[in-house]
């Protein structure tokens, strides 16, 4: 049984020409966040080409993100959505998503997206309590790690049966497997991916793609 495969930059190279499909926007966008110092916070391309297949495998028609920085993946999910599709992303630095909503705008998808600025678990009881429980389709979680079980269980009780909650950095760099680490951040996606082993309300799959993407299918 063969094990995962290395990917280097020349087969990563590979499979951004064989498989990746990026708009002009996109790309510009994607090349304005890699200047950025706080770039390493940047999805990866074809991991947000995979949110809107998933988008669109699921039928989703509205859609929560947490974390938006510099709107990225919001783009992508948003250019999935139907016409009267909804993504509703949240974040705490208006330098960030100032640049997300300059690609929004220029790709004609601005209309799809209310971005919330705060504290994302203040974000998330607003959401319970305007909308209810059940009201979303599709999750991306991909804030600060420290708060990930608590964010999973509130966008638990958002989302509707059958659909699906993503989230991102699952792996997180490798330090999930180092004993020796024991920051805050890394307790958080330690903890969650304990959480969702054990969480018989989902169906569960961790991929070991990028820094980890785990989804998870609400029963």
């Known amino acids: 049984m063969r094990d995962q495969i290395d990917v280097t930059p020349e087969l990563l190279q590979y499979v ?3 498989s990746l499909r990026e708009d002009p926007v996109l790309a510009e ?4 966040t890699a200047a950025l110092p ?3 916070m940047q ?4 991991e947000a080409q995979l949110l809107a297949l998933l988008i669109r495998l699921t039928g989703a028609r509205t859609v929560l993100e947490i974390g938006t920085f510099t709107g990225y993946s919001s783009l992508r999910m948003a250019q999935a959505l139907p016409a009267d599709g909804q993504v509703i992303t949240c974040d705490i630095s208006e330098e960030w998503t100032a640049m997300a909503r300059h690609a929004w705008e220029k790709a004609g998808v601005a209309d799809r997206i209310e971005l919330r600025y705060g504290d994302a678990l ?3 009881d607003d959401l319970l309590a ?3 429980p059940g009201s979303v389709d599709l999750v991306f979680i991909d804030a600060d790690k ?3 079980p608590e964010y999973y269980e509130q966008s638990l009780a958002l989302t509707r049966p059958g659909g699906l909650i993503v989230l991102d950095n699952t792996l997180w760099s490798g330090r999930v497997v180092d004993p020796a680490v024991q920051d805050a951040g890394t307790l958080g996606v330690r903890r969650v991916n304990e959480m969702l082993l054990r969480d018989e309300r989902v169906d569960l799959s961790m991929l070991p793609m990028a820094d980890g993407v785990t989804l998870a299918r609400k029963r």
């Open 43 to 46: 999805i990866l391309p074809e």
């Open 146 to 148: 420290t708060h990930y």
């Open 29 to 32: 966008l994607r090349a304005d």
């Open 122 to 124: 203040e974000t998330l």
């Open 16 to 18: 951004r020409e064989l």
């Open 38 to 40: 706080d770039r390493i």
């Open 130 to 132: 305007e909308r209810g």
